[in-house]
């Protein structure tokens, strides 16, 4: 919501999403807040969404060294662009731009607007129970969906909040996520569903799958809102692309291909463009990648 501009399209995104898009779930704060600080209510949101992106300090120092040393050049991250900015993401203070500082001192007055992301995700090989959360097998799903259509008939909106407040306890796989977004016409509930699925699907590798059941214009706003390098997982990178360089978030993704194709075995990047001229990558992007072109 925060990317449209004032008039009725943001109007009739912010009537649609509702509570579904303000609602604060502590065991899952992933999705966009507009934050009144001189509500001690928002005021205390924003104070534990600060403690959440300190705490993730160390996965994302975690992801720096995984990134670190890889092929393609070395990999930019939120100190070089906003757009690599991982968990406090399209942060505007007062109608201004304004990125995450770990010493910032939350005023008590102003409008903070922002896509926090959560980036741990459960273990797939693991057991959630043994975290206190729960799972739903097919038959509590169609349960689940029997609760979504009576306590709120005829409201998108209303089943894509419980839709958030069961997942501060419980998980979902990806075809019940698949099933959830199918259900939904509206584009800003669609991405709503994804934001809040996003680290709360079990088989989280086979997301990618789900993503591509939305229209183009819905991926491009998740996109925004996730963060294309958080979407991006290696273990299924096999797509077709077009990239940017000039972006920070598409070159990293330029360099993650440049590693995967150097370290597995035979031609895996066909049909290659620069500036629509047939291309073969160089060798020498697998040291620097270049900053421009398409």
């Given at each position: 919501i925060g990317l449209l501009h004032e008039g009725p399209e943001k109007e009739l995104a912010e009537k649609m999403l509702g509570p579904a898009s303000f609602a604060f779930t502590f065991n899952n704060p992933t999705g966009y807040f507009r934050l009144n600080l001189s509500d001690p209510a928002q005021r205390e949101i924003c104070l534990r969404l600060l403690d959440f992106r300190n705490e993730l300090v160390p996965r994302l120092l975690q992801l720096r060294r995984y990134y670190a040393g890889r092929y393609g050049g070395r990999r930019e991250d939120e100190m070089d662009h906003a757009d690599l900015e991982r968990v406090w993401r399209n942060g505007r203070y007062g109608g201004q731009p304004m990125r995450y500082r770990r010493d910032?001192?939350?005023?008590?007055?102003?409008?903070?607007?922002?896509?926090?992301?959560?980036?741990?995700?459960?273990?797939?090989?693991?057991?959630?129970?043994?975290?206190?959360?729960?799972?739903?097998?097919?038959?509590?799903?169609?349960?689940?969906?029997?609760?979504?259509?009576?306590?709120?008939?005829?409201?998108?909106?209303?089943?894509?909040?419980?839709?958030?407040?069961?997942?501060?306890?419980?998980?979902?796989?990806?075809?019940?996520?698949?099933?959830?977004?199918?259900?939904?016409?509206?584009?800003?509930?669609?991405?709503?569903?994804?934001?809040?699925?996003?680290?709360?699907?079990?088989?989280?590798?086979?997301?990618?799958?789900?993503?591509?059941?939305?229209?183009?214009?819905?991926?491009k706003q998740l996109y925004n809102r996730l963060g294309l390098i958080n979407l991006f997982d290696e273990t299924m990178a096999v797509d077709y692309y077009e990239l940017d360089l000039a972006q920070a978030s598409q070159r990293w993704i330029m360099q993650e291909m440049m590693h995967l194709a150097a370290n597995e075995p035979g031609n895996n990047m066909v049909d290659c463009t620069l500036d629509g001229v047939d291309f073969d990558p160089p060798a020498g992007w697998l040291q620097d990648a270049p900053k421009n072109g398409l």
């Open positions: 910032w001192a939350v005023p008590f007055s102003g409008i903070l607007e922002l896509d926090f992301v959560e980036i741990t995700k459960p273990d797939p090989h693991g057991d959630v129970k043994d975290a206190g959360y729960r799972e739903m097998g097919s038959v509590d799903f169609e349960r689940f969906l029997y609760f979504l259509n009576k306590e709120a008939p005829n409201d998108p909106a209303g089943q894509v909040a419980l839709v958030r407040s069961f997942s501060n306890t419980g998980f979902f796989t990806c075809a019940q996520i698949a099933k959830l977004v199918d259900l939904h016409e509206h584009p800003n509930l669609r991405v709503e569903l994804m934001v809040i699925a996003f680290a709360r699907t079990i088989d989280w590798h086979g997301l990618n799958n789900v993503i591509y059941r939305l229209l183009p214009v819905e991926r």
